[in-house]
């Protein structure tokens, strides 16, 4: 089995920053891509950034320069930093973790950007 846990998020107002980390654990044999999403009410899904086990990173156009993905020193985590928050970044976050070709969720973290 394999669990995937996330922490941080919360509210923040707008132009601040807040960090979300995560880790996967279990039968996990080496490191994989990770990765964060998000979905807004009434909205899909969508992939916000994503990290494979060597380092290299994606972004989604509307993060760009905002946000960092980043691993952590212990197999298997990641870190997604968020600065100059928006509203529109309003979102359940949800992290990812691929394991040959199987997709393994968090339970989600609530990120609410409001005055």
């Known amino acids: 089995q394999v669990q995937v846990v996330e922490s941080g998020g919360g509210l923040v107002q707008p132009g601040g920053s807040l960090r979300l980390s995560c880790a996967a654990s279990?039968?996990?044999?080496?490191?994989?891509?990770m990765g964060w999403y998000r979905q807004a009410p009434g909205k899909q899904r969508e992939s916000v950034a994503m990290?494979?086990?060597?380092?290299?990173?994606n972004y989604d156009d509307s993060v760009k320069g905002r946000f960092t993905i980043s691993r952590g020193n212990a197999k298997n985590t990641v870190n997604l930093q968020m600065n100059s928050l928006e509203p529109e970044d309003t979102a359940v976050y949800y992290c990812?973790?691929?394991?040959?070709?199987?997709?393994?969720w968090g339970q989600g973290t609530q990120v609410t950007v409001s005055s």
């Open positions: 990812n973790i691929k394991i040959l070709g199987q997709d393994y």
């Open positions: 279990g039968r996990i044999f080496g490191n994989y891509p």
């Open positions: 990290c494979t086990s060597g380092g290299t990173t």
